[in-house]
T-cell receptor, first 109, second 115 residues
Framework: GQNIDQPTEMTATEGAIVQINCTYQTSGFNGLFWYQQHAGEAPTFLSYNVLDGLEEKGRFSSFLSRSKGYSYLLLKELQMKDSASYLCAGMDSNYQLIWGAGTKLIIKP | DVKVTQSSRYLVKRTGEKVFLECVQDMDHENMFWYRQDPGLGLRLIYFSYDVKMKEKGDIPEGYSVSREKKERFSLILESASTNQTSMYLC??????????????FGAGSRLTVL
């Protein structure tokens, strides 16, 4: 079956670095997405990886290892506004998205 | 700057009522989707549409139907609402093609409570 696993909740300190992991099992693979969702708001796109390696976008980076079925989202210099849920989604061979349940990130001062 | 608009943020309905959830996008996107989001679960696809008057079942279509009469509008219909349909409903759209890099733009969601 197809499955996405990510931690339910993480806590980090303002100014620190946090890594949110995601493991995936999909039928075929056409990329891995990360979305951010603040409470009560729409999910918004953060990153897309289809090749192995690290993609950096400002304070946020996303990593993919296709051989391990593994991705992570790295957030640096954490700010209070980064408190949100982070959704991992894998795209299968039919270009359908399989979603994880999301990781709620709590930032403490 | 709103690009995907869902008509109702909060709805309370009674069991057996017919419910319409409306979604409009202004980006001229071909593809539109309806998901439901429940605590502890990933987004689950209800229905999607790649073109006007076209619809495809997603993973959990039972108890739902959809309508796409115009490119910009995609409606989700609950013919007879039940308490297990209490959920957050998210509409999303993306441009055409099967590129894996197609990014979804979501609406803010419609929280439906069925009593």
């Amino acid at each position: 079956g197809q499955n996405i696993d990510q931690p339910t909740e993480m806590t980090a300190t303002e100014g620190a670095i946090v890594q949110i992991n995601c493991t995936y099992q999909t039928s075929g693979f056409n990329g891995l997405f990360w979305y951010q969702q603040h409470a009560g708001e729409a999910p918004t796109f953060l990153s897309y990886n289809v090749l192995d390696g690290l993609e950096e976008k400002g304070r946020f980076s996303s990593f993919l290892s296709r051989s391990k079925g593994y991705s992570y989202l790295l957030l640096k210099e954490l700010q209070m506004k980064d408190s949100a849920s982070y959704l991992c989604a894998g795209m299968d061979s039919n270009y359908q998205l399989i979603w994880g349940a999301g990781t709620k990130l709590i930032i403490k001062p | 700057d709103v690009k995907v608009t869902q008509s109702s943020r909060y709805l309370v309905k009674r069991t057996g009522e017919k419910v319409f959830l409306e979604c409009v996008q202004d980006m001229d996107h071909e593809n539109m989707f309806w998901y439901r989001q429940d605590p502890g679960l990933g987004l689950r696809l209800i229905y999607f549409s790649y073109d006007v008057k076209m619809k495809e079942k997603g993973d959990i279509p039972e108890g739902y139907s959809v309508s796409r009469e115009k490119k910009e509008r995609f409606s989700l219909i609950l013919e007879s609402a039940s308490t297990n349909q209490t959920s957050m409903y998210l509409c999303a759209s993306t441009s055409g093609g099967t590129s894996g890099a197609n990014v979804l733009t979501f609406g803010a969601g419609s929280r439906l409570t069925v009593l």
